[in-house]
């Protein structure tokens, strides 16, 4: 296991792929930690030094007191590059992690080669979808996380597939039961208060928008919004709920990386 030194304490982070390749960094989804990723790893380090880290709040990452910001988490990934002493990055984040995502390509695309946002929005949910879970999770803890995990099934996938594969959804939703109650509320937080509308325009990298079709959570609207918003910015859309890369699998692979490879 590897770990930064962060002024609060230590980010979990995980390297897989040829030393010398350009690094690709992996921002994961709210209630997850670095495996979420696993689905991608043996395609993408084929081409990539891929770097994976447990998000502030997640995993075996610190877990400070909140609420956070997206900026806040945003200066997380800057301070891992800078630690690990990596420039410049392809990013690639997914929900919580694509926010993350357009924050640095806002404020920090010298720092980026290109940008991935995947089932992800400029603005997801607003107060009366976020308050109430942040005070469930801090008034009833891990209890409240195991309720959310046998929720979340039906937003992370769509019905054929949870049937199809219960392994699957079972041990991506089992990462939401183990993750932090009062990360988890800190990090509900960030997404709750962030905004990038009126601020899209200034993402200048080359940028892929992904959607899952039947996402309830970041519908394929909040895409197409970013899409309009980016000049140059591509599209592409697979049948998935809101985790699309562990649903599209493959087809999700090929497709980010036939976009990077051009970048």
């Known amino acids: 296991m590897a770990f930064v030194q962060l002024a609060e304490g230590e980010l979990h982070y995980q390297l897989d792929g040829p030393v010398d390749a350009p690094v690709l960094v992996l921002s994961n989804s709210l209630g997850t930690d670095l495996h979420m990723w696993d689905p991608q790893i043996a395609a993408f380090s084929e081409h990539f030094r891929v770097l994976r880290f ?88 891990q209890a409240a996380m195991v309720a959310l995990r046998d929720a979340s099934i039906a937003r992370w996938f769509t019905a054929d597939f949870a049937e199809s594969n219960p392994a699957v959804a079972k041990r991506i939703t089992d990462m939401l039961a183990a993750t932090s109650p009062e990360g988890y509320a800190a990090n509900c937080a960030a997404v709750r208060d962030a905004d990038f509308r009126d601020q899209l325009s200034a993402i200048k ?59």
């Open 205 to 263: 990298v080359p940028l892929l928008v992904v959607a899952g079709s039947d996402d309830a959570v970041t519908p394929p609207s909040g895409g197409h919004f970013i899409q309009e918003h980016v000049r140059g910015a591509q599209y592409a859309e697979f049948y998935a709920a809101h985790l699309s890369n562990v649903q599209a699998g493959d087809a999700f692979s090929e497709r980010v990386l036939a976009f990077l490879s051009g970048h």
């Open 54 to 141: 447990d998000t502030r709040g997640h995993g075996q990452s610190l877990v400070t007191p909140g609420p956070y910001s997206i900026e806040q988490l945003g200066r997380d990934v800057l301070a891992l590059l800078d630690a690990l002493h990596i420039e410049r990055a392809h990013f690639c984040g997914l929900s919580m992690g694509g926010l993350i995502g357009q924050w640095l390509g806002i404020n920090a695309g010298d720092r980026l080669l290109s940008l991935v946002v995947c089932n992800t929005a400029a603005k997801i949910g607003d107060p009366s979808i976020w308050n109430p879970r942040i005070e469930m999770v801090l008034r009833d803890g």
